[in-house]
C-alpha cells in the first residue's frame, strides 16, 4: 500500500490519527509548565511577564524537547535518556525589514499537543514499513511589537526531535534570516563537511572558514551534520526535512560561543553561478523546513533511527507508483555497441539499467539535450535495451532542463526509464524549488531522477518516490579513504538516499575489492551504479572476479535493515532483508579488526552464509584477494568477522 497520510499546512492530525479525542483529551498528562495568564484569551500583557516551558516526550520515553519562553524570547533544548543533546539554544525569525519573531516582546497566544502512533509504507526503502510514532506540541504565538502571528512546532520521536517555524498570518512575508542555534555540551565533536569534501572531525566553534567572493562564506558546514558526545553514550545528526520553497540550511561556527552552531541560509547556489538570493519571499501560511536532530544511544542505532527524516516529509504525492523500480545501473562508454554490450552485460549481471552519461548529446556544457552524437544510435539502443527489461539512463547538465516539461516529455516518447541530473548545486530558495520542480515533473513523465552534485537530503524522495537518488557526497569515484568510506553512514546517508558508485576491482582503490563489495549493503542507495570505470569486457572471465555473484544477488531496496555494530569513522557493519535472504555488509578503516556479530536477526531453521572476505593482505589494499567460503549458521551463531585494513566482507544469508 502506497504512503497516503496528509500533511497539509497549517497540518493538523485528522480524526483517526487523534483516536477522536477532544482537546480535553489530548491535553490530559501534558508537560506543561506555563504562568495560568499565558493562555487567557485577552491576557497578552500578561503573558509576555509569564515565563513558559513545554515538554514533548517520545511515546517511549526516550527522547524530549523542550520549548521555552523566558522574558519573551524563545528557546529549546533536547535530551536523549537524560543525555543533553541540545543545550538551551535559541529559536527565532528574521524578517526583511528587520521584525525580529521570537526574540522579545512573544506572548503564547494558543497550545496544542497531541500523540500520534502510525505506520505507513514507502514504495521502497531500508524497511517495508515506517513507524511514524511521535509526540507533538505546539505554540501559537504572537510578536507584540508587529502583531505577527506565528507558531513553533516540536516533535519527540523515539528515534530523535524535531521543530520549525510556521508563519500564520494569510498574506506574505520575505525571511532574511532564521535565528537557530545549536548549543552542545563540552567536549562535543562535530564531523564537518562542506561542497563535497571529506568529513572533519572539529569542535563546534572550530569549523573553518570557507568559500569565496562568489559563494557563501564563513566558518560553514554543510547537513547531515553528525555530532559526537563525550562519554560516547550518545549520538546524534542534524538534517532538515520537507524543505519547500525555502534556501538550504548549513551551520556555523559562532564568534566566542565555542560549543554553538547558529543557521545559516544559503544566499548562493553552492559553487556560486546563479541569481544572489538574500532573503525569500513566501506566501503564507508558510512552514519552514523541519530542523532534525535524528539521534541514537550507539553509532548503529543513529543508522537505524535514519527514518525519521522521512516521517517529518509529505506524504507521497503520487496516486500511482507502481512504475517506480530502483535497481542496479551500469555506464557505459558513448558509443552504440557499447549501449548494446551494456544491455547484455545487465542482462547477465543481474543489473537494471544502463547510464549514458555527460557527453551522449555533445559537450555539457551545451544547453540542448536532444540530440545524439553520431556515435550513439540512441532510439536502437533504447529499444534492444526495453526487448531485454533494462531501463536506459540519460545524463543532463542542469542547463540543459531548463524547460523540463519538454524535455521530460520527449525522453519518455523515446522510451527513456529515468534522467541522471548534473551541476545540481542547490543553495538558494530558487534552487529549491527547482529542484522539486524537476522531481515532480520527472514523475509526471513516469521518469525516475537521480540528482547529482552539490545536493543535500531533504525527505522529498518520499513526496516523490521518482526521486531515487542523489549525491551530495564525497563520491567514490575519488578513491576515498575507508575511513571516510566508515564515515558516511553515520553522517551523510543518515539525511537520505546516497549515489557512490561502487568501483568493485579498481587499481585506484584505497581499500580491498570486498570493502567494495560490502558497500552495497552498508550504504543505503536505492539507485546503485556498479562497476564504475570499468567495461563488460574486463569482467569476461568470470574466474578472476569471485565477487561478481555477490553483486549479481543484492537488491538495493529492503524489507528490513538492522544496523549491528558501527562507529564512525572506524567500522560499520549492516545486515540488510530482501525477501527471505539476508544480505550482510561489514566495513573497516585502516585498521584490521574481527567484529563479533550475533545472528539474532535471522528467522528460525538454518541459513547457508556465504561469506566473502579478505585474504592474506596484499601489497595495497585493492591487491588483497576475495577469499569465498560457505557455512551452515542459525540465529544462534555468533560470526568472528574478520577484516583487513581497509577491508570488509559481504555475505549472503540464504535459508537452507
Same mark, same amino acid.
Request: glycine share 8%; net charge negative.
Given at each position: 500500500m502506497a504512503d497516503s497520510a496528509s500533511h497539509a499546512l497549517p497540518e493538523q492530525p485528522s480524526a483517526d490519527a487523534l483516536g477522536g479525542l477532544s482537546r480535553r483529551g489530548l491535553l490530559k498528562g501534558a508537560a506543561v509548565t506555563m504562568g495560568a495568564a499565558a493562555l487567557g484569551a485577552g491576557a497578552a500583557g500578561t503573558a509576555a511577564a509569564a515565563d513558559s516551558s513545554i515538554t514533548a516526550t517520545a511515546p517511549d520515553g526516550s527522547n524530549t524537547i523542550t520549548m521555552s519562553l523566558t522574558s519573551g524570547a524563545l528557546s529549546w533544548s533536547a535530551k536523549r535518556k537524560g543525555a543533553t543533546v541540545a543545550g538551551t539554544s535559541a529559536l527565532g525569525l528574521k524578517l526583511s525589514d528587520g521584525t525580529v519573531l521570537g526574540a522579545a516582546g512573544t506572548v503564547i497566544t494558543n497550545y496544542q499537543h497531541w500523540t500520534i502512533d502510525n505506520t505507513w509504507t514507502p514504495v521502497y526503502g531500508r524497511n517495508a514499513t515506517v513507524r511514524d510514532r511521535y509526540q507533538e506540541m505546539r505554540w501559537n504565538?504572537?510578536?507584540t511589537a508587529s502583531l505577527i502571528n506565528f507558531s513553533i512546532q516540536i516533535r519527540a520521536y523515539p528515534t530523535g526531535v524535531a521543530f520549525r517555524y510556521v508563519l500564520l498570518d494569510k498574506g506574505t512575508a520575505t525571511i532574511a534570516d532564521e535565528l537557530t542555534t545549536f548549543v552542545f555540551? #563540552?567536549?562535543?565533536?562535530?564531523?564537518?563537511? &562542506? #561542497? $563535497? #569534501?571529506?568529513?572533519?572531525?572539529?569542535?563546534?566553534?572550530?569549523?573553518?572558514?570557507t568559500g569565496?567572493?562568489?559563494?557563501d562564506t564563513g566558518p560553514l558546514t554543510d547537513l547531515p551534520l553528525t555530532a559526537t558526545y563525550a562519554g560516547d553514550s550518545l549520538i546524534a545528526c542534524i538534517c532538515e526535512s520537507s524543505r519547500l520553497n525555502f534556501p538550504r540550511l548549513m551551520l556555523s561556527s559562532v564568534s566566542r560561543q565555542p560549543g554553538t552552531l547558529a543557521a545559516y541560509l544559503m544566499e548562493h547556489t553552492a559553487r556560486g553561478s546563479d541569481t544572489v538570493q538574500t532573503t525569500s519571499t513566501v506566501t503564507t501560511p508558510f512552514a519552514t523546513p523541519w530542523r532534525a536532530v535524528v539521534t541514537g544511544s550507539t553509532h548503529a542505532e543513529l543508522v537505524d533511527n535514519a527514518e525519521l527524516v522521512l516521517n517529518l516529509a509529505p506524504a507521497s504525492a503520487l496516486a500511482d507508483t507502481s512504475w517506480i523500480k530502483p535497481g542496479k545501473a551500469f555506464r557505459v562508454q558513448l558509443t552504440t555497441a557499447a549501449g548494446m554490450a551494456g544491455v547484455d552485460f545487465a542482462v547477465a549481471r543481474g543489473l537494471q539499467f544502463i547510464e549514458y552519461d555527460g557527453g551522449w548529446y555533445g559537450d555539457v556544457s551545451s544547453t540542448d539535450a536532444t540530440k545524439p552524437i553520431a556515435d550513439i544510435d540512441l532510439p536502437s539502443v533504447i529499444s534492444y535495451a526495453t526487448s531485454k527489461g533494462i531501463g536506459v539512463i540519460l545524463y543532463v547538465d542542469r542547463r540543459a532542463a531548463t524547460n523540463p516539461d519538454s524535455l521530460f516529455s520527449l525522453y519518455k516518447s523515446w522510451g527513456v526509464a529515468g534522467v541522471k541530473l548534473g551541476f545540481v548545486d542547490d543553495g538558494t530558495q530558487a534552487m529549491t524549488s527547482q529542484i522539486t520542480n524537476w522531481a515532480r515533473t520527472a514523475a509526471k513523465y513516469h521518469l525516475l531522477i537521480d540528482m547529482h552534485d552539490d545536493m543535500r537530503p531533504?525527505?522529498?524522495? &518520499?513526496?516523490?518516490?521518482?526521486?531515487?537518488?542523489? $549525491?551530495?557526497? &564525497?563520491?567514490?569515484?575519488?578513491f576515498p579513504?575507508?575511513?571516510?568510506?566508515?564515515?558516511?553512514?553515520f553522517a551523510r546517508n543518515i539525511g537520505g538516499p546516497m549515489d557512490y558508485t561502487i568501483c568493485y576491482g579498481q587499481s585506484r582503490d584505497r581499500t580491498t575489492n570486498v570493502h567494495q563489495m560490502a558497500m552495497a549493503a552498508v550504504f543505503y542507495q536505492p539507485l546503485n551504479f556498479l562497476y564504475w570505470y570499468d567495461s563488460p569486457s574486463k569482467y569476461a572471465n568470470t574466474s578472476n572476479w569471485p565477487g561478481l555473484p555477490w553483486f549479481d544477488a543484492i537488491p538495493t531496496t529492503w524489507d528490513q535493515s538492522h544496523t549491528l555494530a558501527g562507529s564512525i569513522g572506524q567500522y560499520a557493519a549492516v545486515a540488510r532483508r530482501h525477501g527471505d535472504t539476508?544480505?550482510?555488509g561489514a566495513m573497516t578503516n585502516e585498521t584490521s579488526r574481527t567484529l563479533s556479530l550475533p545472528l539474532t536477526f535471522l528467522g528460525g531453521g538454518t541459513y547457508t552464509a556465504t561469506v566473502y572476505a579478505d585474504g592474506t593482505p596484499g601489497t595495497s589494499p585493492y591487491q588483497t584477494p576475495v577469499v569465498v567460503s560457505t557455512r551452515t549458521v542459525t540465529?544462534?551463531?555468533t560470526l568472528n568477522v574478520a577484516m583487513a585494513p581497509a577491508?570488509?566482507?559481504?555475505i549472503i544469508l540464504k535459508p537452507s
Open positions: 504565538l504572537q510578536d555540551p #563540552d567536549s562535543t565533536l562535530v564531523y564537518s563537511a &562542506r #561542497d $563535497e #569534501d571529506p568529513y572533519n572531525p572539529v569542535a563546534p566553534g572550530s569549523i573553518p572558514s569565496t567572493s562568489t559563494t531533504f525527505g522529498y524522495e &518520499r513526496t516523490y518516490p521518482n526521486w531515487v537518488s542523489m $549525491e551530495g557526497v &564525497r563520491g567514490n569515484e575519488h579513504t575507508a575511513s571516510h568510506n566508515v564515515t558516511l553512514p539476508w544480505f550482510l540465529s544462534a551463531t577491508g570488509g566482507q559481504a
